[in-house]
């Protein structure tokens, strides 16, 4: 139903560009919309579990992304202030064969970018959409220069502020979690062990994991009242950073005694969209689903739902049928993944009594049960979207 067939996707993310890539493998005349005059990621790593990158390997991209950063070795959970281990995932061990990888965001964009392309992708930059029209019998962008571009098909990848879900769904105000988050890169040797460490404390954590390179990734989490903006451009001096931490072991303040430049944003809550999809559009990743970054899924289930979209457009005879699939394959699973993450950061800010037994809990899990401690969440890295029918 894809060949020969024009569409417009918003937005040049990882969302995106997945599902440009995707669409254009299965016949489609793609062409990329993306504001900004370059195809770049803010400097920051993120996960990506074997659930993304099944997608990845089934849209041919499997070298490029062992090229991208490191494969995972381990998980670490470590008492914050003592820097004493809790617990010690061995994914080398108990999970040999999955691929859970450490990408810096540039890279994973370069690559998914060089992919687009190379199945025939255009992409169009500085294309600032200030409104979708979706009223007339196709969608109209307008943009921020005064024009309007007509689509046939519309697919909406324009992220959290998305401009596509607020014409399909009207504009939901986010709440406001009260936990803000740093990003920051700091050096590494590539040589250290390919583990991803959390850090716990009271009321914040930090996780922390070599991207290859060079680099290590820093995301910090504390909880506040006062209130920050949602935006990944707003810059902070590395000395506030510091000062929440400064209470934790060396290892810690040594990365942070490192920072130079970080990234602060408020982290808040957003509903899954109800509506997906009209007649001639349909939306995915952020602008469908927002999540906390407390499972590191948020790419990850950008990708998914590119691969099902993808499919349903290229399978079912009709539009409507194939988006309405789409929506039903995906709603369920990306609403438990939001609310999966919406609990999580709970278990890593423990105090007192219940952080104590917390953390006994899960030493004698790590010692005993370490099968069973990591396969609490195989139903989110042990899906293969890729292998999924009907």
């Not at 997608?55 to 202030?81: I, Y």
């Not at 460490?197 to 290859?212: R, T």
């Not at 999580?344 to 010692?367: C, I």
Request: charged content about 25%.
């Amino acid at each position: 139903m894809l060949i020969g067939r024009k569409v417009t996707v918003l937005g040049a993310g990882i969302a995106g560009l997945t599902v440009a890539r995707a669409l254009a493998m299965r016949g489609a005349e793609v062409e990329v919309l993306e504001q900004a005059e370059a195809i770049r990621e803010v400097g920051a790593g993120l996960q990506v579990s074997p659930n993304g990158a099944a997608v990845l390997r089934a849209l041919g991209l499997g070298k490029a992304l062992e090229a991208a950063g490191p494969r995972a070795e381990a998980v670490r959970l470590v008492d914050g202030e003592t820097g004493s281990q809790v617990a010690r995932l061995d994914m080398a061990r108990l999970r040999p064969d999955a691929d859970y990888h450490f990408v810096h965001r540039a890279r994973l964009i370069e690559l998914l970018a060089d992919g687009a392309r190379e199945a025939g992708v255009k992409i169009r930059l500085l294309q600032q959409i200030e409104r979708v029209d979706l009223s007339g019998p196709h969608p109209v962008l307008h943009t921020k220069q005064g024009a309007e571009i007509e689509t046939d098909l519309l697919i909406g990848a324009d992220g959290l502020n998305s401009k596509t879900r607020e014409a399909l769904n009207g504009r939901v105000a986010p709440f406001f979690t009260h936990q803000v988050a740093w990003r920051a890169l700091v050096p590494c040797d590539d040589s250290e062990p390919k583990i991803a460490q959390v850090f716990m404390g009271a009321g914040k954590h930090l996780v922390s994991y070599p991207l290859g390179r060079g680099l290590r990734n820093v995301v910090a989490v504390e909880e506040r009242h006062r209130w920050v903006e949602e935006s990944w451009a707003l810059e902070d001096d590395p000395i506030n950073l510091r000062t929440a931490f400064e209470d934790f072991c060396p290892t810690v303040r040594g990365w942070l005694d490192q920072v130079e430049k970080v990234n602060l944003w408020g982290l808040f809550r957003h509903p899954v969209a109800e509506r997906w999809f009209a007649p001639g559009v349909a939306i995915l990743g952020d602008a469908a689903h927002p999540t906390l970054p407390f499972l590191a899924q948020g790419a990850v289930m950008a990708m998914e739902d590119a691969w099902v979209l993808a499919e349903a457009l290229a399978n079912y005879e009709t539009d409507e049928v194939a988006f309405a699939a789409y929506q039903e394959a995906r709603w369920d699973r990306c609403d438990q993944i939001v609310t999966a993450a919406n609990k999580n950061a709970r278990n890593y800010h423990l105090s007192g009594a219940p952080r104590t037994f917390g953390h006994l809990a899960l030493r004698a899990a790590s010692r005993f049960t370490p099968e069973r401690l990591v396969g609490r969440f195989d139903w989110i890295y042990g899906y293969d979207v890729t292998q999924q029918t009907g």
